[in-house]
């Protein structure tokens, strides 16, 4: 048991991931970032679909087969297939922002 | 695409249950209750193992095996072996309880 807004370090020098949940084939984690973004360059490309929802904060995500970023406020999901590939452009800064993201 | 807090029908006779994304094995779900519970005598008695979060508004769970109910608040998770018996004593009225449950 848990809760998904507790437990936030006060620091953030790097994304925080946490396996809330796995079993084969699927993998639950929360994602804590703090103005992080995807290096300049670089693209998630995954083997698996993920399921993934921001649930405080603000982000902004970009598709490389999409020519406008999308801004992401709280509730927003996306269904992402493997290899689609996506990378997050920016996170809001100087507050948390808390993704829930299932690997599937 | 979507937004977890969006979409919410004004009348809620019965609990909302969509299906937000699956594969074999895994099924995340959205759940939206107003003032539902289960029904009296009844159990939750699952298959799969259940990993399930509060995002909004408050429950009252119940486990067989435990002499306390818990409440829930937004953000609280719990992850629920398969055939551990659980049921939903009280959501809250007047306000949606919005649910992300993860079958898996």
Chains 1, 2 share one sequence.
Do not use: C, K
Request: aromatic share 10%.
């Amino acid at each position: 048991m848990g809760n998904l807004f507790a437990d936030l370090p006060g620091q953030l020098p790097q994304e925080l991931f946490e396996v809330l949940a796995q079993s084969a084939g699927t993998r639950l984690e929360r994602i804590v970032s703090s103005g992080h973004a995807t290096p300049p360059g670089e693209w998630y490309d995954q083997d698996t679909n993920e399921w993934v929802v921001l649930l405080r904060g603000a982000a902004v995500l970009r598709f490389e087969d999409e020519p406008q970023p999308r801004r992401l406020a709280p509730g927003d999901w996306l269904d992402i297939p493997a290899h689609r590939r996506h990378r997050v452009e920016w996170t809001a800064q100087g507050e948390p922002t808390i993704w829930l993201a299932l690997h599937y």
